[in-house]
């Protein structure tokens, strides 16, 4: 089945640096993906969309400049956190679509990467 | 503005009974409705998907139901076990390109 792998799983940084986070499809071509934030006890938000080789769309409230998406091929889009916050400390999972021959557009998950920020 | 409520935010069940969850959405028109299932620390599984001309959709132990007249869908797990024990999240979306919006999940605890 379609993979999706995250790196690093979880991260400690201090704050005022940056961190960065990977997602990869392991076994399909991502044309689209997603990072969504969750806090605990809450639903995951989503955070921006990327298309491969495009600029990202972000969701309203989410400052573009400060979570930088990349989505330079089909297989590889990273997140980085710049200049992280206690407050940004959170799970971010990212997601992707296989759009399959159905035109379903399934969306698979990764395992998610753990921040925390002191 | 559109909403996702799974109304019970936990549910506690006796091994062998059915578990029954809730998703009610207002102000949103899916065209597919999923299931995830969430451990700690780990991100979403998928587990079924719906459409919306669908009414129901069975997968082993899994039925969902879509009812977009009382914009709701049941989520049952039936001879419920332990290892079922995790967070299930509701999920929607329009069709095409589009992404994943979801509820904030139901913590379910079979207890034997």
């Known amino acids: 089945g379609a993979v999706v792998s995250q790196h690093p799983s979880w991260v400690i940084c201090k704050s005022g640096t940056s961190v960065k986070i990977e997602c990869r499809s392991l076994?399909?071509?991502?044309?689209?993906m997603f990072w969504y934030r969750q806090f605990p006890k809450q639903s995951l938000m989503l955070m921006a969309t990327s298309n491969e080789g495009s600029k990202a769309t972000y969701e309203q409230g989410v400052e573009k400049d400060k979570f930088l998406i990349n989505h330079a091929s089909l297989t590889l889009s990273t997140l980085t956190v710049t200049s992280a916050h206690p407050e940004d400390s959170s799970f971010y999972i990212c997601?992707?679509?296989?759009?399959?021959?159905?035109?379903?557009?399934?969306?698979?998950f990764g395992p998610g990467t753990r921040l925390t920020v002191t | 503005s559109q909403k996702i409520e799974q109304n019970s935010e936990a549910l506690n069940i006796q091994e062998g009974k059915t578990a029954t969850l809730t998703c009610n959405y207002t102000n949103y028109s899916p065209a597919y409705l999923q299931w995830y299932r969430q451990d700690p620390g780990r991100g979403p599984v998928f587990l079924l998907l719906i459409r919306e001309n669908e009414k129901e959709k069975r997968k082993e132990r899994l039925k969902v139901t879509f009812d977009t007249t009382l914009k709701q869908s049941l989520f049952h797990i039936t001879a419920s076990q332990p290892a079922d024990s995790a967070t299930y999240l509701c999920a929607l979306r329009n069709s095409g390109n589009t992404p994943l919006v979801f509820g904030k999940g139901t913590r379910l605890s079979v207890i034997a």
């Open positions: 997601s992707a679509r296989d759009r399959t021959a159905s035109g379903s557009y399934e969306q698979y």
């Open positions: 076994d399909f071509q991502a044309t689209t």
